[in-house]
């Protein structure tokens, strides 16, 4: 079964109006989770690698004000889009992974299609 | 940018065995090779990952080059729910993955 969970699957909200994405890791700790978004067609582009406990790191391009990531505790991760516009609709998906990451699995949510109107 | 190089996309027949080439020739020595696929609409999902040796698991066997400059995915025998995007990747000590274009498989029934 899924290990790592997103919520909602699928959102449609209007321009202006902000967004909250969840992201859960079901059954183990996780520090560190990554945000992805992935327009038609395309492959996933790295948001942000969110800490628990501090500072999300953004990668360069994305606006850390427009999205915002906080990791409060180590199974939850969330994302709010702010202000969202229409530009902004895209496949947002987290992913996570148990501890030593590099020679483990990741962990991939099922995605959250944000749509906006 | 992406560390991996994949062809854009690969055709095979239902019930053949896929090989999906992946080079990777500035991997360091503690990056491991990882495999993912995506089907529309879906998160990623874990196929195998593998370090040095060859590895095998039930849904897939990854054969790394002498050198690890290169690795092969191979899909034993193929169905039509192994049409998806293959996704090669390296990850090393900050975990980041970060995607290529990676590889879109068709299946001919």
């Known amino acids: 079964g899924a290990v790592v969970s997103q919520h909602p699957s699928r959102v449609i909200c209007k321009s202006g109006t902000s967004v909250k994405i969840e992201c859960r890791s079901l059954d183990f700790q996780a520090t560190t989770m990554f945000w992805y978004r992935q327009f038609p067609k395309q492959s996933l582009m790295l948001m942000a690698t969110s800490n628990e406990g501090s500072k999300a790191t953004y990668e360069q391009g994305v606006e850390k004000d427009k999205f915002l990531i906080n990791h409060a505790s180590l199974t939850l991760s969330t994302l709010t889009v702010t202000s969202a516009h229409p530009e902004d609709s895209s496949f947002y998906i987290c992913?996570?992974?148990?501890?030593?990451?590099?020679?483990?699995?990741?962990?991939f949510g099922q995605g959250t299609r944000l749509t906006v109107v | 940018d992406a560390k991996t190089t994949q062809p854009n996309s690969m055709e095979s027949n239902e019930e053949e065995p896929v090989h999906l080439p992946c080079n990777h020739s500035?991997?360091?020595?503690?990056?491991?090779i990882h495999w993912y696929r995506q089907l529309p609409s879906q998160g990623p999902e874990y196929v195998i990952h593998g370090l040095t040796s060859n590895v095998n698991n039930r849904m897939a066997s990854l054969a790394i080059a002498e050198d690890r400059k290169s690795s092969t995915l191979i899909l034993h025998r193929a169905t039509l729910r192994d049409a998806a995007v293959y996704y090669c990747?390296?990850?090393?000590?900050?975990?980041?993955?970060?995607f290529g274009k990676g590889t879109r498989l068709h299946i001919l029934p």
């Open positions: 500035t991997i360091s020595g503690t990056d491991y």
């Open positions: 990747i390296l990850r090393g000590r900050d975990d980041k993955i970060i």
């Open positions: 992913s996570a992974g148990r501890t030593p990451r590099g020679g483990t699995e990741a962990f």
